[in-house]
C-alpha cells in the first residue's frame, strides 16, 4: 500500500506536504503524507475568515459612517480574531462548525456594536442639540 500520494498533475499549486503518525492494527508506527493544495483546506479558510472578520467589519463601518477611533477598533479586533482562530484551526485542528460559529458570534457582536454606536451617538447629538436649542 502506498502511504505518498503526491500530485503529479500541477506542482505550482503545491503548498505543503503534512505528515500524520498513526499505528497499525500491530502497533506499529507509521506515518502517512499528504500533499495539500494551495486554494484548499485552511488557506481557503484563512481567506473566508479574512473576508468575515475583517472585510465585511469594513465595509460595515465605512456603510454607517463612523468617526474617530471607533473604526480602528473594529479592524484591530477584526484581525486580532481572524488570528487568533486561523492559529487554533492550524495547531488544535478545530471542527468547521466550531470555526464558523466563532465568525458568526465575532460578526455578529461587530455588527451589534456598530449598530448601538449608531444609534447613542445620533441619539445624544439629538439631546445636546435640543438642550442648546431650548436653553440658548
Do not use: C, H
Not at 481572524?82 to 488544535?92: H, M, Q, T
Not at 468547521?96 to 458568526?104: D, N, P, V, W, Y
Request: charged content about 20%; proline content about 1%.
Amino acid at each position: 500500500m502506498n502511504d505518498i500520494y503526491p500530485s503529479k498533475k500541477d506542482d505550482s499549486n503545491l503548498k505543503e506536504v503534512e505528515d500524520f503518525q498513526y499505528e497499525d492494527e500491530y502497533g506499529r508506527l507509521k506515518f502517512k503524507y499528504i500533499v495539500v493544495n494551495r486554494l484548499n483546506g485552511r488557506i481557503k479558510l484563512f481567506f473566508f475568515e479574512l473576508l468575515i472578520l475583517f472585510f465585511l467589519p469594513l465595509v460595515l463601518s465605512m456603510l454607517l459612517i463612523i468617526k474617530g477611533n471607533f473604526l480602528i477598533v473594529f479592524w484591530a479586533w477584526s484581525i486580532l480574531t481572524s488570528f487568533v482562530i486561523f492559529l487554533a484551526n492550524k495547531y488544535y485542528k478545530i471542527s468547521k462548525f466550531f470555526t464558523i460559529a466563532l465568525f458568526s458570534i465575532f460578526y455578529f457582536t461587530i455588527s451589534l456594536f456598530s449598530i448601538f454606536y449608531l444609534v447613542f451617538s445620533s441619539f445624544f447629538y439629538l439631546i445636546t442639540s435640543l438642550i442648546t436649542l431650548f436653553f440658548k
